[in-house]
Every structure is written in structure tokens, then in C-alpha cells.
């Protein structure tokens, strides 16, 4: 069975700690996965893919085979982090995305 | 280009009714896919459709219909209406119908009563 499991619903961390945001998949073969955000008011967006290993406002990812896990890492959380992140993966078809529940990102000062 | 956008932004319905949500893709795209998402949950996907013909079904049932007009504009049917067909629905765009980036629109909030 494809899924994605993010077992944190909220993390709560002070502004210049270091982040790390958890997701886990079940997937038959090589996986290819993602990392949604969700601004507050905003529509879902593309913050970075594992093919691409970019990291993309200070944000990384590794894909773990072994751990079968694409935990999402910055080393010093900002206050406009704080929004709704989704960890997904491409389906066996390459034709949709299965996401997790989300994990809501809280940083303050 | 504004992007993916939908219409209405909000819409409230009866146990029972019908309903169609519309979606335009983001210029350039061919392929429409929409999505489910419950509260507190992450969007599930409905059915992607390409060349105006319907390419993949997730797991819902016929009441949830879809088309695709030759603009590849998009439109989501629901017949009878069920309280727990209450959800935000998104709709995503794309070019070709595999693995290239998708593109969110900003959603319909569909409360069914």
C-alpha cells in the first residue's frame, strides 16, 4: 500500500531553533516525494521535491530508503515558517499525489 | 496569469442536493486533477482528467463525476449530497499527466447541512 504518515500534528519551537519536520511512506519500489506548505490564507504550494535535492528557503530534505523516511529539516526556524506542512509522494501511476495528515508548524519569538 | 482558480469560493448545501465546482487551470496545463480534503486532514485525491476523458479514480464512489471541456477548464459533480461530502476541494493543475509539478488552486469550502 502507498501512504504517508506525518505523526506530529503540531510542533511548536522558538524562533533560530533547528526544525525537523517527520514523514514517513509505505511505497513498492523508488518513491518519489514532496514537501506542500500552506500559509496562513494562502493556497497549497510546492516548497520542494527530492529529485530535485534544492533546498529552497533554507528548508532540506533526504530521502531515507532504508528508514523509508523524507524528514524535512532547517537548522534555524523564522517566525513566517509557521504554516500547515505536507509530506506526499507520486503514486505507482506517476498521476496523483498521496499526502499525509500535515503537520502544523509553530514558531515564535 | 492569475493561476489555478475556482469557483464559488464557498457554497452551502442541503443532505440530498447536488452541486458543481468549477476550475480553471493555470495557463500552459492540460491536466485537471481534484482532491478532498477533510478537516484536519490531507487532501485526498478524487479523479485527474486529460484530454477531456477521466485517467484515474482514487477512491470515491459514481455519486463524485467530473468533465473536462475542450478550454481544459474542469467541473466536479456531486449528486446527493452526504453530510460528510463536507470538505474544501481543490483542484490542480499540470502539464501532461505525469510528474511534473502541480499547481493548487485556492479551493471551494463546500458545508453540507
Known amino acids: 500500500a502507498q501512504r504517508v504518515t506525518q505523526p506530529e500534528k503540531l510542533l511548536s519551537v522558538f524562533k533560530g531553533a533547528p526544525v525537523e519536520l517527520k514523514c514517513n511512506y509505505s511505497?513498492?519500489?523508488?518513491?518519489?516525494l514532496f514537501w506542500y506548505v500552506q500559509y496562513s490564507r494562502q493556497r497549497l504550494q510546492l516548497l520542494l521535491r527530492?529529485?530535485s535535492r534544492e533546498s529552497i528557503k533554507g528548508f532540506t530534505a533526504d530521502l531515507n530508503k532504508g528508514e523509508t523516511s523524507f524528514h524535512l529539516k532547517k537548522p534555524f526556524a523564522q517566525e513566517e515558517d509557521s504554516a500547515m506542512y505536507y509530506c506526499?509522494?507520486?503514486?505507482?501511476?506517476?498521476?496523483?499525489?498521496?499526502f499525509g495528515k500535515g503537520t502544523t508548524l509553530s514558531v515564535s519569538s | 496569469d492569475a493561476g489555478v482558480t475556482q469557483s464559488p469560493t464557498h457554497l452551502i448545501k442541503t443532505r440530498g442536493q447536488q452541486v458543481t465546482l468549477r476550475c480553471s487551470p493555470k495557463?500552459?496545463?492540460?491536466?485537471v486533477s481534484w482532491y478532498q480534503q477533510a478537516l484536519g486532514q490531507g487532501p485526498q485525491f478524487i479523479f485527474q482528467?486529460?484530454?477531456?476523458?477521466?485517467?484515474q479514480r482514487g477512491n470515491f464512489p459514481d455519486r463524485f463525476s467530473g468533465h473536462q471541456f475542450p478550454n481544459y477548464s474542469s467541473e466536479l459533480n456531486v449528486n446527493a449530497l452526504l453530510l460528510g461530502d463536507s470538505a474544501l476541494y481543490l483542484c490542480?493543475?499540470?502539464?501532461?499527466?505525469?510528474?511534473?509539478?502541480?499547481?493548487f488552486g485556492p479551493g471551494t469550502r463546500l458545508t453540507v447541512l
Open positions: 490542480a493543475s499540470r502539464v501532461g499527466t505525469g510528474g511534473n509539478e502541480q499547481f
Open positions: 495557463s500552459g496545463h492540460d491536466t
Open positions: 527530492h529529485i
Open positions: 506526499a509522494l507520486i503514486n505507482q501511476a506517476g498521476t496523483a499525489l498521496i
Open positions: 482528467y486529460y484530454e477531456e476523458e477521466e485517467r
Open positions: 511505497y513498492s519500489g523508488s518513491p518519489e
